[in-house]
């Protein structure tokens, strides 16, 4: 079994940045995918961002890109989402998960694929 570990969200104003990071524990070398989702109240659950572990390919859903950006440290089995310019809209629960597998690019965001997920970390953006 695999834990992820989620960095403490935060309150931030519209405009503003924050970074959140995940810590993945306990069997880390069996993860090849790591990624972000997002939930907002009365919402599903929604793909944010992905990087593959081996050689840090990454996805980025088209209402982050250029804003948000995932990256990750595989020395310390980290993943970390840098989210620059937030917005009411980004307001929600970030959760972190992490798969086995390891998948074309175009395939990181189906969350029925990842097998392990954080306790999430709410993140408010006021406007």
């Known amino acids: 079994q695999v834990e992820l570990v989620e960095s403490t969200g935060g309150w931030v104003q519209s405009g503003g940045s924050l970074r959140l990071s995940c810590v993945a524990s306990?069997?880390?070398?069996?993860?090849?995918?790591m990624s972000w989702f997002r939930q907002a109240p009365g919402q599903e659950r929604e793909f944010v961002a992905a990087?593959?572990?081996?050689?840090?390919?990454?996805n980025h859903a088209r209402s982050v890109k250029g804003r948000f950006t995932i990256s990750r440290d595989r020395d310390k089995n980290t993943a970390y989402l840098q989210m620059n310019n937030l917005g009411p809209e980004d307001t929600a629960i970030y959760y972190c998960?992490?798969?086995?597998?390891?998948?074309?690019?175009?395939?990181?965001?189906?969350?029925?694929?990842?097998?392990?997920w954080g306790q999430g970390t709410q993140v408010t953006v006021s406007s």
């Open positions: 998960a992490a798969a086995s597998a390891s998948w074309i690019v175009s395939a990181m965001g189906r969350k029925e694929g990842y097998e392990y």
């Open positions: 306990t069997r880390a070398s069996s993860i090849c995918t």
């Open positions: 990087i593959r572990r081996s050689d840090g390919a990454t």
